[in-house]
């Protein structure tokens, strides 16, 4: 075998396991993407029930200032800035003078 044909192969060999290693990393990549986007709507969709939950409990007990800044945090975690603004302006009229319910307002303000 001569000296070029020994380069060829080689270069042959080399592309081969580029190409390979290349495809295991995009799949590596490919997987760490699908996981990670399954793992976003998994836990949307406990968000979403834990809204339906703390709307209950609100429609139930409407003077409960708890619920409505638990519904404020979970609206706005789902990005959902309009709804967190009104029930934490529910939960102040309700109870004006918590601390708490400053911080979430704030918080809320700054979304």
């Not at 709507?41 to 200032?65: D, G, H, M, S």
Request: hydrophobic share 45%; proline share 3%; charged share 25%.
């Amino acid at each position: 075998m001569t000296k070029q044909q020994n380069k060829i192969k080689i270069n042959k060999k080399l592309y081969v396991f580029s190409l390979f290693f290349t495809a295991f990393l995009t799949g590596g990549a490919c997987f760490f993407a699908i996981t990670n986007y399954l793992k976003y709507f998994q836990n949307r969709k406990q968000i979403q029930q834990e809204v339906v939950f703390w709307k209950k409990r609100a429609a139930e007990t409407p003077l409960y200032p708890d619920s409505w800044v638990k519904l404020a945090l979970l609206w706005q975690t789902l990005g959902e800035r309009d709804w967190a603004k009104l029930a934490i302006t529910k939960a102040q009229k309700l109870d004006p003078i918590r601390k708490d319910i400053k911080d979430v307002a704030a918080k809320i303000s700054n979304f």
